[in-house]
């Protein structure tokens, strides 16, 4: 999806999931030198590309978003070369790590609850749209952010001033006992699920429609198409704190 809305030719689109997964590896805490070393590189590669890809699209514009930014960089709301850049790794990560965690972490959490995945299963269509709010919540693909303090503020008698740094842990958030009826327990019909997974305020996702919209095919496909998929053996976990997700799942239709 991301690599269709880019642009990106059909050819060339094995080369994004290895530059999002090493760029990222900076988000995490205390990088190693060797993840540092990865995300440069990754991140020097990817520019690179893109940048062929704009001149491309400079002498040929299609109907892709690289081709829209082209547009607007020659209209009143100019972007510079760079602006453009960002703006498609920004794209890239965003729409790569986050959808293809909580579709791994969500299929694990679903064998380990049987019961649930029956259900789903016999009811599909009714029960997806809750099942996805309610994976995403259960198994948070984005643990932390980090925000600064814009104003002095007092949190539960705590004074945190201006210009501080703050975690939010938001895999802590979607587990809140005071918020959620039965926190730790997988409901995939929960109806009251106010999830904070896409962020809040000015920090909520842009992707967050398209995110919800391809994790419900995804999953409403492979539920339809492979009504017998079953676990091989249990994954392990990608080293990262930030970012949780998966090194592989392995299952059989």
């Known amino acids: 999806m991301i690599a269709e809305m880019l642009g990106v030719p059909e050819s060339d689109r094995h080369l994004l999931r290895p530059w999002s997964a090493d760029i990222t590896g900076m988000f995490e805490l205390n990088p190693s030198e060797e993840v540092a070393r990865r995300a440069v590189t990754a991140s020097t590669e990817f520019s690179d590309y893109l940048r062929a890809l704009i001149r491309e699209r400079r002498a040929a514009p299609g109907e892709d978003l690289i081709s829209a930014l082209i547009q607007a960089q020659e209209g009143s709301d100019a972007l510079s070369e760079q602006e453009m850049v960002s703006t498609c790794v920004l794209l890239l990560n965003a729409g790569h790590e986050a959808t293809v965690n909580t579709t791994g972490n969500g ?71 005071e918020r959620f009826a039965d926190p730790d327990r997988l409901d995939l019909g929960r109806a009251d699920n106010p999830h904070i997974t896409f962020g809040a305020g000015i920090h909520f996702c842009l992707g967050a429609p398209l995110a919800r919209l391809e994790l419900t095919e995804s999953y409403g496909t492979l539920l339809r198409r492979a009504p017998g998929l079953r676990l091989v053996r249990e994954p392990e976990w990608r080293p990262g704190y930030v970012i949780r997700g998966l090194e592989e799942l392995l299952v059989e239709v």
Do not use: K
């Open 107 to 177: 299929w694990w959490a679903l064998f380990r609850h049987p019961e649930e995945l029956a259900r789903l299963r016999a009811d599909v269509d009714g029960l997806l749209p809750t099942a996805v709010e309610e994976l995403m919540r259960w198994d948070t693909p984005l643990q932390m952010f980090e925000r600064w303090v814009l104003e002095d503020i007092e949190v539960r008698g705590v004074t945190i001033p201006r210009g501080s740094e703050v975690a939010l842990l938001f895999g802590s958030a979607n587990r809140d006992p």
